[in-house]
């Protein structure tokens, strides 16, 4: 794939110049260095740490927040300088989330009164951008944005499309929105990051959108998958060659391809999880809901995935979408021939 980003504001496409982060006043006191080489970055999961890994190997310096301090050893072997508390993010000009879910970015984002933590909203300086990378709702990604706003901060949502080894890789896609300006300071943060960066113009709600869109094809392109290989297996047939010339011909793309092969060498070792998948499958189908737009298959994979979690498969990718597809056709006994933590299923 080239390695490109694509605008698609009003008026037609256009790839501007990437500009560097411009700041003169310091990240932080201690000594720490100038925010043109230092950002925050607060979500250290394997997709995370991933990305926070590939910044420090670029120059940059990257101070990660964590709850646990038995992970500071490990991030500091990575070129990250970790810490426990947030106060230590809040004098960057940029601030990298990449978290779970909703709640997990409302809590960094808004404070935890609990444990007297502060948030980005209240503790970032004016002019300071919050790089919003989660998979979240629009609804609440508005609502960071107005938030950011009203602080005179700014946000960008930027979610991606890839695993955790495409992170490794900077081999992600990443979908960009928010104002112009802002977009341009973080885009060389962006290009760090993944091959391609789509800038779909300035509301971020926009690109969560498309993420939790992206996801529900690539959910029921699984299902789909599952149950034709199923279908091949109960027939008493090889399902390696039906993908290769389905692959091969009508469904090239990456999705038909990797997930595909996952699927017939019943490979379902942890990549995106099963529940974090289901949180997504949920998203998309409020988003639906509240645009009067049916979407009755993602209503199917939900089904499914509940199965799935039901049976015990929490810990496997969310290709184990085809697992619960021989396990419906009769193949597999539900739950007795794979453990959470198995990388391949015998049928």
Request: hydrophobic content about 40%.
């Amino acid at each position: 794939m080239l390695n490109e980003e694509t605008s698609f504001r009003s008026g037609g496409r256009s790839a501007p110049e990437t500009t560097r982060i411009e700041s003169e006043r310091d990240c932080g006191s201690n000594g720490r260095a100038s925010a043109q080489h230092s950002i925050g970055f607060v979500g250290l999961g394997h997709m995370g740490t991933a990305m926070a890994a590939n910044l420090a190997a670029g120059g940059v310096q990257v101070n990660a927040y964590v709850r646990r301090a038995q992970q500071m050893g490990k991030l500091t072997a990575l070129g990250l300088k970790p810490t426990t508390s947030i106060a230590d993010l809040l004098d960057c000009e940029v601030v990298i989330s990449m978290l779970p879910d909703d709640d997990a970015v409302r809590e960094i984002v808004f404070g935890d009164e609990t444990n007297g933590q502060e948030g980005l909203a209240t503790g970032l300086k004016s002019g300071a951008i919050h790089l919003s990378m989660s998979t979240i709702s629009t609804a609440t990604a508005s609502l960071l944005a107005s938030r950011h706003a009203m602080s005179g901060q700014g946000y960008v949502a930027a979610p991606v499309f890839g695993n955790p080894d495409a992170a490794k890789a900077r081999q992600l896609f990443i979908v960009a929105a928010g104002a112009p300006a802002d977009v341009e300071r973080c885009r060389p943060l962006l290009d760090s990051l993944g091959q391609r960066t789509f800038v779909i113009g300035d509301d971020p709600a926009q690109a969560n959108l498309i993420k939790l869109l992206g996801n529900m094809m690539t959910a029921t392109t699984l299902e789909m998958l599952g149950e034709a290989v199923a279908v091949v297996r109960k027939r008493g047939g090889d399902p390696k060659p039906f993908i290769d010339i389905m692959t091969g011909t009508m469904f090239g793309g990456r999705a038909h391809k990797i997930y595909g092969d996952k699927i017939v060498r019943q490979a379902y070792a942890p990549g995106f999880l099963m529940p974090l998948a289901f949180k997504d499958v949920r998203l998309a189908l409020a988003e639906a809901e509240r645009a009067g737009a049916p979407m009755p298959l993602v209503g199917v994979v939900r089904d499914r995935m509940i199965s799935g979690i039901a049976r015990g498969y929490g810990d496997l990718d969310w290709s184990a979408l085809g697992l619960i597809a021989a396990e419906e056709a009769g193949l597999v006994s539900p739950a007795n021939d794979v453990s959470p933590c198995a990388t391949s299923q015998k049928s």
